[in-house]
């Protein structure tokens, strides 16, 4: 893994961090699935592209729970604190 492609994963850990607790697991098992499926990329092009789309899909994350939506987009209500 290339130095850049390693900031990027600690940058998408940090990302998942911000996830409501009940996510977060789903989602690093997802991301190092996805930095394992493709660690044999070599073609600069292929892998700006992955680095694009990783960072499009983890602000998409991020929105969609900051306004309250799960998993399925549907809207969540905070549980209270007793």
């Not at 306004?67 to 007793?82: C, E, M, Y």
Request: charged fraction near 30%; avoid cysteine.
């Amino acid at each position: 893994m290339t130095l850049t492609a390693l900031a990027l994963y600690r940058e998408l850990l940090r990302d998942i961090q911000r996830l409501p607790r009940s996510s977060r697991d789903y989602y690093k098992q997802y991301l190092k699935g996805a930095f394992i499926n493709h660690s044999d990329e070599n073609l600069p092009e292929r892998i700006e592209q992955l680095f694009q789309g990783a960072r499009k899909d983890a602000d998409y994350l991020l929105a969609k729970y900051s306004k309250g939506l799960g998993p399925g987009g549907d809207a969540q209500t905070p549980k209270s604190r007793v």
